[in-house]
């Protein structure tokens, strides 16, 4: 490494320190709320992330996009810059939260979640931009308390980029987004008129599972989640919904082994 | 993890013997089809309500809870109660269902209950007070609000949200499509219901163990 390399690094490490314009956490009823940029300046035609940090008080929690039982998923109103843009949330994978024989999916204490952006080839070096959001939310522990908070971050806009302090944020959120499952593994669901089975062929035996349905009304969320250890993988009895009246040709959602999460998209049959 | 057992004990249970009263569980839960299933409940207003009684008319179950700002966000609008009056006034049984346990949220006793109706100006035909939560496991009631519509056959047409907004925003009730009108409208003119389920949005509804 050269002598100019190191310079360059403490140069943008010195950035980072005075260029991001962090808002302070936003209250919201039992928390607070952040938006937060991986980067500390935006570059004319790059992508970045920004998240939105959710703090929560102990029991209460928050929505994932499929919400369970009850409540509903956070939404975002975006009010961007000309030139920038948003894609859609990317939900860390959640919690079963289990109260009054339902289940709903969620986060508690803490969650990141993160939002693909764009900065258009046409921002202007040496301006900045605010990026500001709306954000609705229901936090709910025994009780549901809707809430709204405006939040916003100013990002410089420039050629160079590097690091902010919440990049290990970043990092952590990111290691919890569900992943494209390896190719040589399968996923099967057989309909049994009362229950899906989902089968999984993961390269070896599985004893615990937990699946995470995007699809509204598909499965009873509340029902457990009967997992049977095969040689290859596993299979999981999925009790299916009340309210599923006609026959569903792919079963969608997340799965979860120990700490990673994996996208099932399993044909029906 | 000891319920999950029961409940399939239960629904086991209730399978084998169809005629007699069962003790219901989320797992027995009534689907958009099936014959609704009978009950007995209490109205706030120290009458005894059974689904039987009113074979010929349309009956439309709402689960409530006073606390869950969903349901304000339906009675703070007024919402509810003009649902309820202008249906009631078309001849349709409306039981409000509170299946909220003691000690929960929305738990209330027949005087509350009371004073609340006056209060809201609501008016169904009777609310009925179901903290033993039987009639919400009966029907596999999840949310508040969460609605259901028999009709005069005793068949279930329509299990699901209230309208295809699910927000607690009252500025979200003008405009929203409202499924228990749709329901009601259709079947009254002899249609069938062209969106008999939709997910319920709401609060959880706060059943005791």
Not at chain 1, 124 to 135: C, D, F, Q, T
Not at chain 1, 213 to 232: C, D, F, G, M, Y
Not at chain 2, 51 to 59: R, T
Not at chain 2, 128 to 155: C, E, W
Request: hydrophobic residues 40%; glycine residues 8%; contains cysteine.
């Amino acid at each position: 490494m050269s002598g100019r390399w190191h310079f360059r690094t403490l140069g943008a490490a010195v950035l980072s320190l005075v260029s991001v314009a962090y808002a302070a956490p936003v209250s919201i009823p039992h928390g607070s709320v952040e938006l937060l940029s991986e980067v500390p300046s935006l570059q004319p035609g790059k992508s970045f992330y920004a998240g939105l940090k959710f703090k929560l008080e102990t029991g209460w929690h928050i929505y994932w996009i499929n919400p369970g039982d009850a409540g509903q998923p956070p939404k975002l109103t975006w009010q961007l810059p000309a030139g920038i843009t948003a894609g859609p949330i990317e939900w860390p994978y959640p919690k079963r939260l289990a109260a009054f024989s339902a289940v709903d999916f969620g986060y508690e204490d803490e969650v990141l979640l993160l939002i693909p952006m764009k900065a258009g080839p046409e921002l202007r070096n040496g301006g900045s931009a605010n990026l500001a959001a709306e954000v609705r939310m229901i936090v709910c522990r025994e009780m549901c308390i809707p809430g709204r908070a405006q939040v916003a971050a100013k990002l410089p806009v420039q050629a160079q980029s590097g690091q902010t302090r919440a990049n290990p944020l970043f990092a952590a959120a990111r290691r919890k987004l569900p992943q494209p499952a390896p190719r040589s593994w399968e996923f099967r669901a057989t309909d049994q008129t009362e229950a899906f089975l989902l089968s999984a062929v993961v390269g070896g035996p599985i004893r615990q599972a937990v699946f995470f349905p995007l699809e509204e009304s598909q499965i009873e969320n509340a029902a457990p989640q009967v997992v049977r250890t095969s040689k290859t993988g596993f299979e999981m009895r999925l009790q299916k919904s009340s309210q599923l009246l006609k026959p569903i040709p792919r079963l969608r959602g997340v799965l979860l082994l120990g700490d990673k999460a994996y996208d099932v998209n399993a044909p029906v049959r | 993890m000891k319920r999950p057992a029961l409940h399939t004990f239960a629904a086991i249970f209730a399978s084998v013997v169809l005629t007699l009263p069962i003790t219901p569980t989320a797992s027995a839960a009534t689907r958009v089809g099936d014959i609704a299933p009978d009950f007995q409940g209490t109205g706030s207003d120290g009458k005894s309500y059974g689904l039987a009684q009113y074979k010929g008319k349309f009956v439309v179950l709402e689960w409530h809870n006073q606390g869950c700002p969903y349901t304000d966000k339906h009675y703070e609008s007024g919402n509810m109660q003009r649902l309820q009056k202008e249906w009631t006034a078309k001849g349709v049984v409306w039981f409000t269902v509170i299946s909220s346990a003691p000690g929960t949220q929305g738990y209330v006793d027949a005087s509350d209950e009371n004073s609340y109706l006056a209060r809201m100006k609501a008016a169904p035909t009777a609310a009925l007070l179901d903290p033993s939560g039987q009639l919400g496991h009966l029907y596999g009631a999840k949310t508040t609000p969460h609605m259901f519509v028999i009709n005069p056959q005793g068949v279930l047409i329509y299990d699901g949200a209230i309208d295809d907004r699910p927000t607690t925003d009252v500025s979200d009730v003008n405009g929203a499509k409202n499924y228990v009108s749709e329901a009601l409208g259709e079947a009254m003119a002899g249609k069938t219901v062209a969106t008999p389920v939709t997910r319920p949005y709401g609060c959880s509804v706060k059943y005791g163990n």
